[in-house]
């Protein structure tokens, strides 16, 4: 009973004396400026980032936009993180804890702990190198594996994929073995024009041609002009033409949709059919008829 009055006693010295407070109240104020200090460089520190990209983005010579966005992007979430770092370690040793013992401590542990953790080790090279060789950048159109979509983001440990439904997919960087960019080189549109074979298949491919010369010049996502390859196929009903375009990266599917709508609009101002399905039926005639009736007689008769 008396060390428990004696406990009691000291925590109300130490709780009710002046100094204990203003201590207390100097360290939680001096937190609250590490934290506000930390995020004020945060801030600042990504618009300078953006400032020196913008600078050197007029410069005559500098990196392609795509590698510029994923170098901006690595470079603000690299001093995310060494700010954020270097704002807790002060935050504790401000609360008295033995910060170096603790990152020694944290040392020995991370080696015992690094023997098990290749993996991380693993995304971390591949991600370095994935930067380093620019094998797709923030803004490419990709599919790695059985995920495609536009990349959100990359890190030293991780991509984000996000998908045109809008799904969002997270990589680890050592799971990467193979990417397939689509962002890099023109693409082409592919169009196949279906003509049956009661149509006039010169006619069909002049209306076509005349068509396609007007296209020059009227869309910016066009490198140069349709041409058409001529007969690609030779179905039951119809005869195929097939008309192909090179447009900048991954506006090909735009263009091959523009494409079947103005051709299918000029094969119907010159009265050009689309083909549809055919089906023929024979009758017989008497003399067919009589003929089936005496083999059928002759057979009885045999019978």
């Known amino acids: 009973m008396r060390h428990f009055e004696a406990y009691l006693k000291h925590l109300e010295a130490k709780w009710l004396n002046e100094d204990t407070w203003v201590k207390i109240g100097e360290t939680a104020l001096k937190i609250v400026l590490v934290l506000l200090v930390a995020s004020l460089i945060i801030k600042f520190g990504k618009k300078a980032i953006r400032k020196v990209f913008e600078v050197r983005a007029k410069a005559p010579l500098r990196f392609t936009e795509r590698r510029e966005a994923t170098l901006l992007r690595l470079m603000e979430n690299t001093l995310t993180y060494l700010v954020g770092f270097i704002a807790i370690v002060t935050v504790l040793s401000l609360l008295g804890i033995n910060v170096q013992g603790l990152l020694a401590g944290a040392g ?135 008309v192909v375009a090179e447009t900048i990266p991954m506006e090909h599917w735009y263009i091959a949709r523009v494409l079947k709508k103005e051709i299918k609009k000029a094969l119907d101002e010159n009265h050009i059919h689309a083909p549809y399905p055919k089906m023929i039926t024979y009758s017989r005639t008497e003399e067919e008829q009589a003929l089936n009736s005496q083999f059928l007689k002759g057979d009885e008769h045999g019978r």
């Open 108 to 242: 020995i542990v991370g080696l015992a702990v690094g023997f098990g953790a290749q993996s991380l080790v693993k995304d971390i090279i591949s991600g370095f190198f994935i930067i380093f060789e620019d094998q797709f950048s923030v803004g490419d159109t990709v599919q790695i594996g059985k995920f495609q979509g536009v990349v959100e983001e990359i890190g030293l440990r991780t991509t984000k994929i996000k998908n045109w439904t809008g799904e969002l997919y997270i990589i680890p960087n050592g799971n990467i073995s193979e990417v397939t960019n689509y962002s890099i080189h023109n693409s082409v549109a592919v169009v196949d024009v279906h003509i049956p074979y009661e149509e006039n298949i010169d006619k069909a491919e002049a209306v076509i041609q005349e068509l396609l010369s007007s296209f020059a010049g009227q869309y910016e996502e066009i490198v140069s002009e349709p041409e058409l390859l001529g007969v690609q196929q030779l179905g039951t009903t119809d005869v195929t033409l097939r």
